[in-house]
C-alpha cells in the first residue's frame, strides 16, 4: 500500500453559507478577518497579496489561521490540486484542518471538480516513498481535514474518483521508485494481479513459456542474459453493456536497465529503476479505470523484464523475430525498450483498437530534446494525436508533438534483417526510435509517447514530490473519459 493520507481522513461538511463563493476580496472572508483582528491592510503589511498559492499563518490562541492565496486569473482543475498541496504542506503539523477551498473554488470549477481537485490535491501531496526504510520517519500528523462543499453536492462521486486517481497516481509512483532488486518482472506482474483483484479488471499473465509459445522475440531476446523471468501482462476493463470501442494502452517495463552487452556507465546506469514507467503509468491508469466505469473496452498490456549482460544475453549483431513476423537486427542491446514494445505493439494491432498509446522511457535523446518537464509525442494518424493531447492538456502533463519523418526511415535500413534496432547516424534518436515502433502498429491509430524526462522530478512542487511523478496516469485516464 502506497503511504500517503487516505481518503478516510478526509470528511465533507455541508455549507449554506453564500458569503464565501461570492466575497470579492478572496480568499479570506472580511467577518472572519475582523474575528481575527486581522485587517486587509495587515495582510498587504505581511506581504500577503493572495497570489495562487501563497499562504499566511495568522494564529488565534489554539487556532492557527492560514490565509490561502488564489490568485486573480480563473482557477484550471491542476491550479486547485496545487493550492491544496500547499494547504497540506502549510498544515501537516497540525491535529485537524478545516478548509473552505472547495467551496471557495466552486463557482469557476464546478462543484464536483473543485472538490475532486482539492482531494487529489491534498492525497497526492502527501505522498510519501518510505518502504525501505528501516527507522520510518514520524508520520505527519494531521488526519481530520474538514472540507466545505455547497449543500447537495454529489460528494461521494467526487472522493471516489479522487481516491481513484490519487491512489493510481501513488501506485504508479512507488513502482517507479522501487529499485530493480526490489522489483522484479515477476513481482511487476504481481503488483498488477492485485489492481485486477482489487477492481475486478480481467487479468491474463504470460510467463516465459507462454511468450516463447506466442513467438514474442523481442521481449525473450531481451531478456536472454537475465536470471529472473520474463512476464506480459494484459490486462482489460470490460464494460456491462455494448461496447462504443477499443483502447489499449502499451507500457515499457523494463525493471531495471544495464543496457545489456552494450553496458551503459554508472552515471547512465544509476537511475535505471526507472525504465518500467510506461508500464507503471499503464497499470496505475487501469486500477482506477473501474472508478470511472467507461462503456469502452480499455486494455492495457505491459511487456516486463529486465536488460542483462551475460554470456546468455542477445549480443549486438544478434537477429530476434517479433511476434508480427519482422526480424530485427539488435545493433545495440541498449535500445531493448523498442524491442520489448515491438512485441507488444504487435498484440495490440490484433484487436483492431480505435486507438493504441505507448508509454516508454524510450530515449535519453528525448530528453535532450525536451527536457525533464515534457513528454515527447509521435504518432500516425492526426485525430488520434489531438486526442492525447487534448487528453494531456486536461490532465495538465505536458507533451509536445514531434515528427516521424519518412526521411529518416532508411536510417534503420538492415543489411541481414527486415529492420535494424538503432539508426545509421547520431542524430534525432527520439524520432527513430518512433520511426521504429511505427513499423509494429500497421494501420491503427497509433500514439506513442516518451515519457523518459517527466517520469521522475528532482523538486517538490505543487502535489509532486521528489522522484517518481506517476507521469501518464492523468493523460491515459483523460482519454478514456473524454472518448
Ligand atoms: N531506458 C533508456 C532511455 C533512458 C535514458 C530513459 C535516460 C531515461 C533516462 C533506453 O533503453 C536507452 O538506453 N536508450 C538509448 C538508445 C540508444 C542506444 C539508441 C539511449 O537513449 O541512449
Ligand atoms: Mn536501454
Ligand atoms: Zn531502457
Redesign the pocket.
Known amino acids: 500500500m502506497p503511504n500517503q493520507l487516505t481518503i478516510s481522513s478526509i470528511n465533507v461538511v455541508f455549507s449554506e453559507d453564500e458569503d464565501v463563493t461570492t466575497a470579492k476580496d478572496r480568499p479570506v472572508r472580511p467577518s472572519e478577518l475582523e474575528d481575527l483582528g486581522v485587517s486587509k491592510e495587515f495582510l498587504i503589511a505581511n506581504e500577503f497579496e493572495g497570489k495562487l498559492q501563497q499562504t499566511l499563518l495568522l494564529s488565534r490562541q489554539e487556532e492557527v489561521v492560514i490565509a490561502l492565496g488564489l490568485g486573480d486569473q480563473p482557477l484550471t482543475a491542476a491550479d486547485a490540486r496545487a493550492t491544496a498541496a500547499t494547504l497540506w504542506h502549510s498544515t501537516k503539523h497540525l491535529d485537524s484542518l478545516t478548509s473552505s477551498l472547495p467551496l471557495s473554488i466552486a463557482a469557476e470549477l464546478g462543484n464536483e471538480t473543485a472538490l475532486q481537485a482539492t482531494v487529489e490535491g491534498l492525497l497526492l501531496a502527501s505522498y510519501r516513498f518510505d518502504e525501505l526504510k528501516g527507522t520510518p520517519e514520524a508520520e505527519p500528523k494531521l488526519d481530520r481535514i474538514n472540507l466545505l462543499v455547497a449543500d447537495g453536492v454529489d460528494s461521494e462521486t467526487a472522493l471516489r474518483k479522487a481516491e481513484a486517481v490519487a491512489s493510481a497516481i501513488a501506485l504508479s509512483r512507488d513502482l517507479v521508485n522501487r529499485p530493480g532488486g526490489s522489483l522484479s518482472a515477476l513481482q511487476l506482474a504481481d503488483e498488477a494481479v492485485s489492481v485486477a483483484e482489487n477492481t475486478g479488471l480481467e487479468i491474463e499473465i504470460w510467463d516465459k513459456q507462454r511468450l516463447l509459445n506466442e513467438r514474442c522475440g523481442g521481449i525473450i531476446g531481451v531478456n536472454a542474459g537475465s536470471l529472473e523471468e520474463p512476464r506480459l501482462v494484459r490486462m482489460t476493463w470490460r464494460p456491462k453493456g455494448e461496447s462504443r470501442g477499443t483502447i489499449h494502452f502499451v507500457g515499457?517495463g523494463?525493471t531495471f536497465?544495464t543496457g545489456g552487452l552494450n553496458l551503459k556507465t554508472f552515471e547512465g546506469m544509476k537511475e535505471?529503476k526507472i525504465?518500467m514507467g510506461g508500464a507503471a503509468a499503464v497499470i496505475g491508469a487501469m486500477s482506477a479505470i473501474a472508478a470511472y466505469a467507461p462503456d469502452l473496452t480499455v486494455i492495457g498490456t505491459c511487456c516486463c523484464t529486465d536488460?542483462q549482460p551475460s554470456p546468455t544475453a542477445t549480443k549486438p549483431g544478434d537477429v530476434l523475430k517479433i511476434r508480427n513476423g519482422k526480424t530485427v537486427e539488435v545493433l545495440n542491446t541498449?535500445a531493448?525498450?523498442r524491442l520489448v514494445l515491438a512485441d507488444g505493439l504487435s498484440i495490440a494491432v490484433e484487436d483492431q483498437p480505435d486507438l493504441i498509446v505507448d508509454l516508454a522511457?524510450?530515449t535519453g535523446a528525448c530528453m535532450v530534446a525536451l527536457g525533464q518537464r515534457y513528454a515527447g509525442l509521435m504518432g500516425n494518424n492526426e485525430a488520434a494525436i489531438a486526442k492525447v493531447q487534448t487528453a494531456a492538456a486536461l490532465a495538465n502533463e505536458r507533451v509536445w508533438h514531434l515528427p516521424l519523418p519518412n526521411e529518416y526511415r532508411k536510417q534503420l535500413d538492415s543489411e541481414i534483417a527486415d529492420i535494424q534496432n538503432i539508426g545509421s547516424g547520431r542524430f534525432a534518436g527520439a524520432l527513430v526510435a518512433g520511426l521504429f515502433l511505427q513499423e509494429f502498429v500497421g494501420e491503427s491509430p497509433w500514439v506513442h509517447l516518451d515519457i523518459a524526462g517527466p517520469v521522475t522530478t528532482d523538486e517538490n512542487e505543487a502535489e509532486f514530490v521528489k522522484g517518481a511523478t506517476g507521469f501518464g496516469v492523468r493523460t491515459l485516464i483523460e482519454i478514456v473519459n473524454n472518448w
Do not use: A, S, W
Open positions: 515499457k523494463i536497465d535505471m525504465d536488460n541498449d531493448e525498450g522511457t524510450l
